[in-house]
Every structure is written in C-alpha cells, then in structure tokens.
C-alpha cells in the first residue's frame, strides 16, 4: 500500500465522523418496497455450545430493517425495507413466520430455527413488541428445540425479554450480538457500531438472568486493518468474552459487498478481505480457550453480492471446505494444512495511533476517487 502524508493531525472523533457520513451517504434502500417474503431460506449443520450438532433452518424475512445502519461492511440495509411503507406490518411479519415455521414436505429435519431479520429483532421500530411475543408463541407450538435472533444489545432489557422467553416456555433462546471487537477504537470507529462496552456487559447481564444463551459474532478483519492487526484483534476480543464468561462467539471473515465503506475502500485499492490463511491462523489462536465457530456464508455466501475472503487458486477451496467442516465439529484436526502458497503474516499489535492516521489517508483517498 502507498505511503502518504497527512497534511494535519486527525482525531478520532473526526475519522468516526467522516466514517459515519460516507456509510450513510451509501445508503440506497430505494423507494420500492420488497415483497413481503422472507428474503433468505437455508438448512444446514450447526454445532451447539455443548457441542452436538444439529440440523438448522436460517431465514432471513422482510421486516423494517436496521434502524441503526452505520456498519461500514453492512449491506443489509439496502437488502430489507429500511424507511419504506410496506412488508413491514403486524400481518406480514407474522404470515412470514408462519409459513417458516410449515414443515414442507422433503424439508430437512431441523431441531435449530435461526431467524433473523437483517437488524436488531428486538427493536421496536423493526419488529413491534407485540409480534415478537407473537413470534415466541408461534415458534413454541411449531416443535423447535432452539431459536436464535439477533440484536443490537441496547434493545436487550429485562422488561423485553421477561415477556418473550416465557411465551418460548421450552425453547432455548439465543441471541446473536454483533460486538464485532472488543477494541473500542476497531468497535466503534473503524466498524462504526453503535454498541458500547457498557451497554453489551449490561445485555449480557440480561440475558444470564433470564437464562438466554449469547452468541457474539467476531469480525476477522474489519475495515481499515491489515491481516496481522486483525489476527491480534481477534486474540484480544477472545481474552475479553472469555473474562467474561461468554463461550459460544462466531467468527465472521468479512466479505466486501457493494454500497458499504468496505466496498469504496476495495474499489480505491485500500482494503482487500482477510486471507483465508489469517482466518486459520486466528482460529488456532484461540479454539482451545472456547468452541469457537466459523460462519462459513462468510466464506462463500449467496445471500448478497459479496467479495470474498481468498487465497490462492490452488488451495482457496480446500481452506474453505476445510472451515467448514472445522465450524461443524470444533476440531483442530479438521483445520487446513499449510499450503506453499500461504502469504508471510507478521502478526503486530493495534496502535491507535497509527491505524487511525492510516484510516484518514485511506478515507481521503476514497473521496478522491468520487464517491
């Protein structure tokens, strides 16, 4: 990558600002509201946190949307119907799951129902409270062993859960987190999240007390990162959740898709998705300490346009059918071998400092290329 000067010192609070203008500039969920339908259905194989393995149904439905899209690698916004009339009401929402939760014939057996709906399920601008108690009691009639949602820990309180997991009655509930990174810089500026250390240990509070499982997601390598910076972030992050006592985290390779700062930093030159072989360095850092997984649609995904992570075109399908397996059972063995072709990675630190003067070149070099 070129070497640039700045021509002032940059703070922060300016990079979160010019990060934050650009990621809502890209913002183009259009005027035409998406059919009422889910947007995504898929089965698959998932390991569960006392690590049996069960069938899963993932279904992503057309809700409200994300009402906090600030993400800098986050499409989701322009895929649902964020600020649009329609698709969004008490019927809608409730005939999706519905029909979800209808057995088809030929269907694949699952005991996991993963619904999600590209933001926060318990936001009540996304889903009113009342449908998700709905939900709850229609997931608990319908034979499902586990649910899993996700949602921006603000939205996670007592007074919201208490209600839903009593009409779940036997389903174990889990929700997704987004933390993304236990660095508050990586967190809140470079991934732009609207979650703070104090407002994810407070959910997580919630949620032991109300017996619900976390499943915190963990990017591997965020924007504005190199891969040796983003190995460290992940190693930290794991330290954090651990001290914690959080066991069941989520790995998420990032893939670059279109209308995303991630995508401007691609296009200019200034960014490139981890290399699969900084994915597997990074799980063998840590899966001994937890059972950690891969999101292997990360990896290979059909839910939106995506850049993916790579390697070279002699061995970037073995590491990833190798991820893969790794994300079903948890074992080391499973990991890929090295390859001649694996990159050197020099695994450094995060210096403040450095990244963020890095970020702003990287920023000015985008707004030069015309976005």
């Known amino acids: 990558m070129p070497e640039y000067a700045l021509d002032s010192p940059v703070t922060v609070k300016d990079l979160r600002r010019r ?5 809502l500039q890209l913002r183009t969920s259009g005027t035409q509201a998406k059919p009422a339908e889910p947007r995504f ?38 895929l649902n119907n964020y600020g649009i009339d329609g698709g969004t009401s008490r019927e809608s929402l409730l005939d999706q799951v519905q029909r979800t939760l209808a057995r088809a014939e030929g269907e694949p057996p699952y005991e996991v129902l993963s619904l999600y709906n590209d933001g926060s399920f318990f ?29 921006l820990p603000q939205f996670v309180t007592e007074g919201v859960l208490a209600p839903f997991v009593r009409a779940l009655g036997e389903v174990r509930l889990e929700i997704g987190i987004g933390l993304q990174s236990a660095d508050v810089l990586v967190r809140e500026t470079l991934v732009n999240t609207r979650i703070s250390q104090l407002s994810f240990e407070r959910a997580l509070s919630v949620m032991a007390d109300q017996g619900v499982d976390p499943k915190i997601y963990l990017m591997v390598k965020p924007p504005f990162l190199t891969d040796g910076e983003a190995v460290t972030d992940v190693v930290q992050s794991v330290d954090y959740l651990t001290g914690l006592g959080v066991s069941g985290m989520t790995l998420c390779p990032t893939r670059v898709s279109p209308n995303t700062v991630a995508w401007e930093l691609w296009q200019a030159g200034q960014y490139t998705p981890p290399n699969l072989w900084t994915v597997v360095e990074a799980i063998r850092r840590v899966h001994e300490r937890l059972a950690v997984r891969v999101a292997c649609v ?50 450094t630190g995060l210096d403040h400092a450095a990244i963020t003067a890095r970020a702003a070149l990287q920023l000015t070099l985008v707004e030069r290329s015309g976005v």
């Open 298 to 347: 990360n990896l290979r995904g059909t839910d939106f346009e995506s850049v993916f992570p790579d390697a070279c075109p002699a061995c970037a399908d073995r590491v990833v059918d190798a991820l893969m397996r790794f994300g079903e059972t948890g074992q080391a063995d499973d990991l890929p071998q090295d390859c001649a072709c694996r990159p050197p990675l020099e695994v």
């Open 123 to 151: 936001a009540p601008r996304e889903i009113p409270r009342d449908v998700q108690v709905e939900i709850a009691r229609l997931v608990a009639a319908a034979g499902v062993k586990r649910l899993v949602v996700e949602s």
């Open 41 to 78: 259905v898929d089965f698959d194989m998932i390991r569960l946190p006392d690590g049996e393995v069960v069938g899963r149904k993932k279904v992503i439905v057309m809700s409200g949307g994300c009402s906090v899209p600030t993400c800098t690698m986050c499409p989701f916004t322009n």
């Open 19 to 23: 990060i934050g203008d650009l990621s």
